[in-house]
Nanobody, 122 residues
Framework: VQLQASGGGLVQAGASLRLACAAS????????MAWFRQAPGKEREFVAA????????TYADSVEARFTVSRDNAKNTLYLQMNSLKSEDTAVYYC????????????????WGKGTLVTVSS
């Protein structure tokens, strides 16, 4: 199983970015997916999750109404659309897969992807 995150970069506050997580060896429609992030000097924290059916989503309070998680089953890819970015969104973003729902705690994650760095300048 491989989860490859991409789309990170350096942007100014207020800008938007879309992250992608391409999966191989795993059918995203058969497992719950999530995004976590880890800022420098901080613990990895939950950002957003989507159920395996695609019918349920959940977000951390800090990103609610700014971030949107989605999935393209044909491409077997998970996305995170991030709008109105703030400096406090600066972190390495990781995609994750697991059987628990909601998938919003680290101990429930079965597969972790490599992260992609998002830097938001103020």
């Amino acid at each position: 199983v491989q989860l490859q995150a991409s789309g990170g970069g350096l942007v100014q506050a207020g800008a938007s970015l879309r992250l992608a997580c391409a999966a191989s060896g795993l059918d995203l429609s058969g497992i719950n997916m999530a995004w976590f992030r880890q800022a420098p000097g901080k613990e990895r924290e939950f950002v957003a999750a989507m159920s395996r059916s695609g019918g349920d989503t959940t977000y951390a309070d800090s990103v609610e109404a700014r971030f949107t998680v989605s999935r393209d089953n044909a491409k077997n890819t998970l996305y995170l659309q991030m709008n109105s970015l703030k400096s406090e969104d600066t972190a390495v973003y990781y995609c994750a897969a697991g059987l628990r729902w909601p998938l919003n705690v680290r101990y429930a994650v079965t597969f972790w992807g490599k992260g992609t760095l998002v830097t938001v300048s103020s």
